[in-house]
């Protein structure tokens, strides 16, 4: 019985812990199906996490807290965009620093705010968004898988990655193309972030997202940048987190062992530390193993000139 409740938890707790890394991977799909390397997820996750708990916490509205989230990526994207876009920066540069802008002016602003360590007050059970955000993740998928399966939009985000040239012959705007698909990656990435925060936490905490942004792009990479399969790994994902989770602190009994190695330990406790590194360890297995095979669009990183 002890492990049919176990199980249940494992699986209740991956539904939760998929949800911001399904929000943040199909984010950064819009993105790079259109050209754009997407490696700032982080940063905007970061910001919506903080974002939406802020809001929140000042409105008692957990759903313009969490509409809110979204915004705050969307804003951290339009700055990438700015660089990357328009100013034809470095795109994995420019990402990375627009992360370490998020990591280091949030943490500020929180103290300016709440006059803490960098965190958000708690938020009470009754202004917490705990079904919602779960539930749009699952949904995003579906419209997700729509949007470029049968709409012409998704089907010019797919050109302006793979064919910009074609696609700006037809008559539509690569840099506009590449503008909605940056922008609706942030508001879906920090629509993860804000499910972090408000739906799978009570406020918000100093780098809090703890590499999901990452885990997110990673996931879309193994998913081979397809929204179903991106939506699988992102699964997956959350599995190793919330079996990390679940299984910190758990005895282990004698009898699972077969090994007479083992025979002499009766009972050992799993470290926290090492269940807690189980995910980030499989990612790098999983991703080193699907890295080579996946392929990327074929115009993902080359900056759109018009006039070439």
């Not at 916490?57 to 951290?76: D, K, N, Q």
């Not at 990375?96 to 500020?108: E, M, R």
């Not at 302006?160 to 590449?178: F, M, W, Y």
Request: hydrophobic share 50%.
């Amino acid at each position: 019985m002890e492990w049919i409740n176990l199980l249940s938890s494992i699986f209740g707790a991956t539904i939760r812990m998929s949800a911001p890394l399904i929000f943040a991977a199909l984010g950064g799909l819009f993105s790079e199906r259109s050209g754009i390397i997407n490696i700032a997820l982080e940063g905007k996750m970061l910001a919506g996490a903080f974002t939406a708990a802020t809001v929140t916490t000042l409105t008692h509205s957990p759903f313009l807290g969490f509409l809110c989230g979204g915004l705050a990526g969307m804003v951290m994207s339009a700055i990438y965009g700015l660089f990357v876009i328009n100013f034809k920066s470095n795109q994995i540069v420019t990402g990375t620093a627009i992360t370490i802008l998020a990591a280091g002016s949030v943490p500020f602003i929180a103290q300016l705010l709440f006059l803490n360590t960098g965190s958000t007050p708690e938020i009470p059970m009754d202004n917490r968004f705990i079904h919602g955000p779960i539930i749009a993740a699952w949904v995003i998928i579906g419209l997700t898988w729509v949007w470029f399966k049968y709409t012409p939009y998704g089907m010019w985000h797919k050109f302006a990655g793979e064919h910009p040239d074609a696609l700006q012959t037809s008559g539509i705007d690569v840099i506009r193309t590449r503008w909605s698909g940056i922008l609706l990656s942030g508001f879906l990435a920090g629509l993860g972030g804000a499910t972090l925060s408000i739906c799978l936490s009570s406020s918000y905490t100093r780098n809090m997202t703890a590499g999901r942004g990452y885990m997110a792009l990673a996931a879309l990479i193994v998913g081979g940048w397809k929204p179903l399969a991106a939506a699988f790994a992102c699964l997956a994902f959350g599995f190793f987190d919330a079996l990390g989770i679940t299984l910190q602190g758990i005895q282990i009994p004698k009898s699972i062992f077969e090994f007479q190695i083992l025979n002499h330990i009766w009972n050992f406790v799993v470290s926290p530390q090492f269940i807690q590194i189980i995910p980030y360890i499989l990612t790098i297995v999983i991703v080193a193993g699907f890295v080579g095979k996946s392929r990327p669009p074929k115009a993902l990183g080359q900056p759109y000139l018009r006039n070439r």
